[in-house]
């Protein structure tokens, strides 16, 4: 199949297609007597596949290590398992620290909600954000 059929059985655009090509995780296809690319079927699952993988939060590095094993012959489900803890890892401290960065906007918010800007000196630049200097534990 052509790369357009392709892109609009998959629903991405020929870019992604070709991008995905130029990273490895499509081969390179046959062409056509007019040069046209021409993927076979199988490309449809593999695209799907790229797609929901990346839905789950994999990186194109991950799921192409994930291509790999599979294209070795090898089911890749526990390096899959592997990049999943490592991931769901990233995230937790990536939530943990949004949820910190949350807990200071929703206090810079409290002390603008009852700052008066009259209150802002000229050696202050805001006083709802005090410019303390970070601590010298050396």
Do not use: N
Request: net charge negative; glycine share 6%; aromatic share 4%.
């Amino acid at each position: 199949m052509r790369i357009g059929e392709l892109a609009t059985a998959t629903g991405v655009t020929t870019k992604t297609l070709r991008f995905y090509e130029s990273q490895g995780l499509l081969a390179e296809p046959g062409r056509t007597t007019a040069g046209y690319r021409d993927y076979p079927d199988a490309a449809i699952g593999r695209v799907a596949f790229i797609r929901q993988a990346q839905t789950a939060g994999l990186t194109l590095a991950q799921i192409a290590q994930i291509l790999a094993v599979r294209d070795d012959g090898h089911p890749p489900c526990g390096h899959v398992a592997e990049l999943v803890e490592h991931r769901l890892d990233e995230v937790t401290r990536r939530l943990d620290e949004l949820e910190r960065t949350r807990a200071e906007l929703l206090a810079l918010r409290q002390r603008l909600s009852t700052l008066d800007p009259d209150d802002c000196h000229d050696d202050a630049i805001c006083a709802a954000i005090p410019a303390v200097p970070p601590s010298s534990d050396h």
